[in-house]
Every structure is written in C-alpha cells, then in structure tokens.
C-alpha cells in the first residue's frame, strides 16, 4: 500500500509563491507516475502537473511557466512549486501516484491520492 500526505498549502497573495509537498509512505519504490491535481468548489478535478519516476514532466497549459513540478525519490517525497500565482489557482491540491511508467492524464486512471492542501490566492 502507498500512502501520500500533501502539505504546504496556506493563503497567499496574488503572484506570490507556494511550495507543495507530497510525503509518500510504503512502497514508493514501485511508484513510477506521478501527478498533482487540483480542485475548486464546483469543478471537476483537474490535471496540474505529472512526472515520471526519471523527472519526465509535463504540464497543464494554465499553469506551466509558472509552476514546475520535481520529485526527489531517495526522500519519497514530490513537490509542486508555484509561482506567480493567481486567485483562479485557488483550490484544493491533491498528490496522485500510480505504477504506470506513463503518467495518466485523467484523475480517474491514479491508483493512489493524499488527502488535499488547500490553496488560496487572494488579495
């Protein structure tokens, strides 16, 4: 089993600048996709980020420039930094890992998810 519990969220200003962590707990070893998702009120979980178990990444078009997405296996441990944020950025951020060497692009194809951090982005 594998378990991921996210951190990091809070309540920032517009273009300001979150770090999330995504802490995993048992077989992380066998994990090789990895994703971040999020979710506002009212709207479908969306694709953030993803990245491969070799540091392949790839990027929601609302977000890339601004956010890059890394993981440091030897510390189980993916992170999300984002900058120059917006208030429409503001939602719940969800970690997501499955065994697929290809990263998934639907929420719905993840075999594994933390909790949530809430983000906020407002003045």
């Known amino acids: 089993q594998v378990q991921l519990v996210e951190s990091g969220g809070g309540l920032v200003q517009p273009g300001g600048s979150l770090r999330l962590s995504c802490a995993a707990s048992?077989?992380?070893?066998?994990?090789?996709?990895m994703g971040w998702y999020r979710q506002a009120p009212g709207n479908e979980r969306e694709l953030v980020a993803t990245?491969?178990?070799?540091?392949?990444?790839n990027y929601a078009d609302s977000v890339k420039g601004r956010f890059t997405i890394s993981r440091d296996n030897a510390k189980n441990t993916v992170y999300l930094q984002m900058n120059s944020l917006k208030p429409e950025d503001t939602a719940v951020y969800y970690c997501?890992?499955?065994?697929?060497?290809?990263?998934?692009?639907?929420?719905?194809?993840?075999?594994?998810w933390g909790q949530g951090t809430q983000v906020t982005v407002s003045s």
């Open positions: 048992g077989s992380f070893f066998s994990i090789n996709a």
């Open positions: 997501a890992a499955d065994r697929k060497t290809v990263p998934p692009t639907s929420a719905t194809e993840y075999a594994y």
């Open positions: 990245i491969t178990k070799g540091g392949s990444t």
